[in-house]
């Protein structure tokens, strides 16, 4: 797969991500995705399977009016690993246990890194 079909790969899960479009954001996934949250430098949250990732991508629906990440940068650190640099924007729709409350805006940055296998996405590691 060349490098600008993996960019492309990516910028459309961030599109459809952007839209909350949950079809379109499980496109470019392999059926055995993998997906890890870390923040400051622990795991808070990892899926496998495209099937638990889509449930976890429904469910998130609800918990924001409006979400937006924005494209800092692309690179490459390896041959297979893609990193997206982030600006991440979202308006809280309810209030959250961990004490966000509705109307709240977040704002993060971070990265995401993106791997592939077989001409789709493999894994996905957001990074804030």
């Given amino acids: 797969m060349t490098p600008n079909k993996k960019i492309q790969l990516a910028l459309n899960y961030i599109e459809a991500y ?3 479009n949950v ?3 499980m496109a470019p ?5 993998t997906f890890l949250n870390i923040s400051d430098g622990q ?5 496998q ?3 638990a990732f889509q449930k976890q991508a429904k469910d998130t629906l609800a918990l924001f ?11 490459f650190e390896e041959t297979d690993l893609l990193v997206v640099q982030i600006d991440y924007e979202a ?8 004490g966000l ?3 709240d805006k977040l704002k993060l940055e971070g990265l995401s890194r993106f791997s592939f296998q077989e001409g789709r996405i493999s894994k996905i590691e957001d990074v804030s």
């Fill in 18 to 20: 952007n839209h909350m």
């Fill in 23 to 25: 079809a379109g954001m």
């Fill in 91 to 98: 308006t809280v729709a309810q209030d959250l246990p961990n």
């Fill in 49 to 51: 399977g495209k099937e």
């Fill in 65 to 75: 009016t409006e979400r937006q990440q924005n494209v800092r940068g692309i690179q």
């Fill in 101 to 103: 409350k509705a109307g």
């Fill in 29 to 33: 996934l392999s059926e055995d995705v």
């Fill in 43 to 47: 795991v808070n949250m990892e899926i």
